[in-house]
């Protein structure tokens, strides 16, 4: 799907579909009445036979010749206007998108003076179409030996964003363009996402990071079993211990030239497939936790991004890969290892995995002296229960890096919420024979697997930890994810790091 940005002094043939935007219980705009005074009528009889109010998500269309914009012309709910914003509005972007493939339309166009509101400016609901549009159209479909010729087709071929406010300079272009790219960031992470365990492992995820830093210009380097080996990476190597497939750390390096604002690290949590090991998972939804390499993910495609992008900031993207397997002699409940920082755990459960490879990819960030640490994980199920697939989890003992953290969230529509992370959590991982456990008590298992991770964050140096168990899996009923993989965080780092940047 093509989406173009119009404006009003351009000659332009009739769409197939205009959709406009409309609050609950407002007045027909005096620029829709002028634009399209023949609908307006129809809309005002709607109106006043409350057979249209404007509740989210409602629509009201109908058809004429007459209309100048297309034969078609469709309300849209936006609800009420005083709760409008830009969650809202990327709801509407999906419903737009949703309508448009419910019509088999071929050219839509939307009208996006009506759906500025709320602090949604022109720019901004620009680019939030673009992405959704090429998000929502997004297929993992590989896989499937049979396509029907039906599905082929592409429904929407063409969105054409009018806008009756000319529009100043190219920031409008700017901020669609930006979208764009992370858009295809967000897919890539799908992607490797949505590759069963049986192809997308250590080995696999690492020739794909390589291919990109290639394609990309970036710098790429993976530590092997013999490297982890001699640093001694003790969390790593006991994840890996029941997989065939030897571990690996991928290290990804862009913009060693803008070290000024500071380094940025991003570290993600890569375990191929989890099956809890001794710890046995439940079998119900195991199949699932080939999503457990989502931050990976979201590391190794954000690089690609900012790549993409140009940005003037010096980012590492780190990515430890390990399949969490039941095997011969794989680690056992009560072993004791020790971490690459030298700490020693008692691995009291083996499906609390994550926290032990992220726990020495961590310390080895400090290497590079960053200003920023962000760790990606799909770490607890804890975080799941609690925000279910509408929030991040955030925890980090920096309040500046945790707002910065936020802000790109809310820009971006992956929205975090934060957890504390007090002192007075450390007491349930305090180990019995060895420094620490990993794993705390029955409760606040988010916050305990985090006051784990903070055990081997380089001293002071601002760090924020993202789970994403909850979000990085879609269940099919958001508007720009299909069923699968969500591409969790790409979006969110992309934004924090244009932030960074000061772009
Ligand atoms: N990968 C899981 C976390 C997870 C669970 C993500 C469900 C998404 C959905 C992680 O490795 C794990 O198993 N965590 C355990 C920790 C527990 C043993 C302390 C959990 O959350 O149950
Ligand atoms: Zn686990
Ligand atoms: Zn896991």
Redesign the pocket.
């Known amino acids: 799907m093509e989406t173009v940005l119009m404006t009003a002094s351009e000659k332009r043939k009739p769409a197939d579909l205009l959709i406009v935007g409309f609050f609950e219980n407002e007045k027909l705009s005096k620029e829709m009445v002028q634009l399209e005074p023949d609908f307006s009528k129809a809309a005002q009889a709607a109106l006043e036979r409350k057979r249209f109010s404007g509740k989210s998500a409602q629509t009201f269309s109908s058809y004429s010749e007459q209309y100048q914009e297309a034969a078609e012309i469709m309300m849209l709910g936006l609800g009420e206007k005083k709760k409008y914003g830009v969650t809202g509005f990327r709801q509407a972007a999906g419903n737009i998108i949703k309508a448009a493939k419910r019509t088999k339309a071929k050219t839509v166009r939307v009208l996006l003076d009506t759906f500025l509101a709320g602090g949604v400016h022109l720019e901004q609901a620009a680019g939030i179409i673009s992405e959704i549009s090429i998000l929502a159209s997004y297929e993992f479909k590989c896989y499937k030996t049979k396509t029907d010729e039906e599905d082929k087709k592409e429904p929407v071929a063409k969105l054409e964003m009018l806008a009756l406010k000319k529009p100043g300079g190219n920031a409008i272009q700017r901020r669609m363009e930006w979208n764009r790219v992370v858009a295809q960031g967000v897919i890539l992470a799908r992607d490797f996402i949505n590759e069963p365990a049986n192809v997308m492992n250590a080995d696999k995820l690492s020739e794909e990071a390589k291919k990109l830093a290639v394609q990309k210009k970036i710098h790429c380097e993976i530590l092997h079993l013999p490297q982890l080996k001699q640093l001694k990476m003790g969390g790593i190597l006991a994840v890996n211990q029941g997989s065939r497939t030897p571990p690996a750390l991928v290290i990804l390096e862009y913009g060693k030239n803008y070290q000024k604002k500071g380094t940025v690290c991003l570290v993600g949590k890569g375990?191929t497939f989890?099956t809890?090991g001794i710890?046995l998972?439940p079998s119900k939804d195991m199949d699932?936790?080939k999503y457990?390499m989502s931050g990976a993910a979201a590391v190794i495609a954000t690089l690609g991004v900012v790549a993409d992008l140009k940005l003037p900031v010096h980012v590492i993207g780190l990515a430890p890969l390990v399949e969490?397997m039941v095997a011969e002699d794989p680690q056992r409940p009560g072993d004791i290892i020790r971490m690459y920082n030298g700490k020693t755990v008692e691995v009291l459960?083996t499906?609390?995995?994550?926290r032990l490879i992220l726990g020495d990819a961590l310390s080895y960030a400090e290497k590079y002296h960053p200003k920023a640490i962000l760790d990606i994980a799909?770490?607890?199920?804890?975080c799941?229960a609690t925000f279910g697939d509408k929030a991040i989890g955030l925890l980090g003992t920096d309040a500046r890096l945790l707002a910065r953290v936020k802000k790109a969230g809310e820009e971006t529509g992956e929205r975090c919420w934060e957890l504390p992370l007090w002192d007075e959590y450390a007491e349930s991982i305090k180990g019995l024979h060895a420094d620490i456990n990993n794993?705390g008590g029955p409760y606040a298992?988010t916050i305990t697997?985090t006051m784990f991770l903070k055990e081997f964050v380089p001293a002071g140096t601002p760090w924020a930890h993202l789970d994403i168990?909850g979000t990085a899996w879609s269940e099919g009923n958001r508007p720009d994810c299909p069923k699968g993989a969500a591409g969790a965080g790409v979006r969110l780092f992309a934004r924090f790091l244009t932030n960074w940047a000061g772009k």
């Open positions: 375990v989890d809890g710890s998972k699932k936790m457990d969490n459960n499906d609390a995995e994550g799909t770490l607890t199920g804890s799941a794993i298992g697997a168990a």
